[in-house]
């Protein structure tokens, strides 16, 4: 089965800009975060292994409800397409069924959108039973909703990546029936993956552990620190979406614990999440909220930290996590400290409660935050 992480794939990224709040307020899609969109934007379409020749901003001040873009911005986009014979084109927006099947037939190419790319990627990065689950369930639930575009996925059975199809596949029509069934009986293995977990969970509950989950948007180390505190060796790459699975280990120290602390590894946060993600997810995600703290980790150096930091905790509160957890729950560590002066260390300690700076690379770090962790825990169990 064919899909699109092939290098083959030559694509043109179009990156919309809403300047209109009055027809979308999301502030990710404004003009004044363009320089931090775009930068997020090749990253996520590097992960598919295409090949980018080019990346055009079209600014947008009224939505087109067939093509999203105006006459003139499509007729730069074909140029464009003929111009560099592309065969991909990716949009870095939540297309409608509509304009995503008219745009193929005015150019000629394939075309995806934001949510297609990153459910591409969680495609490519799923390797446990539960999380292959969860991505094919997004899958679903999003194509669900167009019954206008293909589907050869259906054929084949579970497990597979690249789902989304590749350039030069046949046309099908969509059988809704097909996706329900599909659908109850991936729900249904589901189900019986959650069941196994909350035993799990009791017995380590029983057994008097602490659970602390790292969350954090993506590409911020996590991992790293998460390998350096647990001395384990979890996947660990300069790249989006690394961990899929959340992964638990013990935490690794000197010191004599009352309890034990196990720390778990989670997928990291990104913005504008796809809504058939944060669903499928769900269960993966449920483990943040059940953890007796959680470390949120943030890249220091990152000037939209605070940006990111603010979806990090939008994404939290969608999954049930309280303000209240929020403020008390909470140990905020800056990594890559080692990128940033001490003048802005101070300046965030102010607005931030609980944080300790690190660089996952220093022992003396490592340590620090390891001592932290355990005082923490601490006056959780005293409270």
Known sequence: MNNISNLKEKVLIVIPIINNYKIFKDSFYNKNNLENRKSETISLVRALNVNILDVLTIKINKFSSAY??????????????????INLLIIDFQ????????????????????????????????????????????????QKTRLVRSWTHLERQRGGSGFLGGPGERQIELDRRIINKNIKNLNASLQKVVKTRSIQNSKRKNSSSIIVSLVGYTNTGKSTLFNNLTNSSVISKNMLFATLDPTLRLMKHEMSYKSKIILSDTVGFISSLPTELVESFKSTLEFIKDSDFLLIVNDASDKNMEDKYDIILKTLKSIGVGDN???????????KCDLVCNEKQNLYFSNFKNGIFTSSFNVDDIKKLKKKIYEFSLNINDK
């Open 325 to 335: 957890y929020l403020k008390e729950k909470v140990i905020n560590v800056f990594n």
């Open 68 to 85: 999203l873009f105006n006459k003139n911005s499509l007729d730069c986009i074909l140029k464009l397409i003929q111009k560099l014979k």
């Open 95 to 142: 297309l409608s069924p509509i304009q995503q099947r008219n745009l193929e037939l005015l150019f000629k190419v394939k075309v995806i959108d934001r949510t297609q790319v990153i459910l591409e990627i969680f495609s490519s990065r799923a390797i446990s039973s539960e999380g292959k689950i969860q991505v094919e369930l997004a899958a679903l639930n999003f």
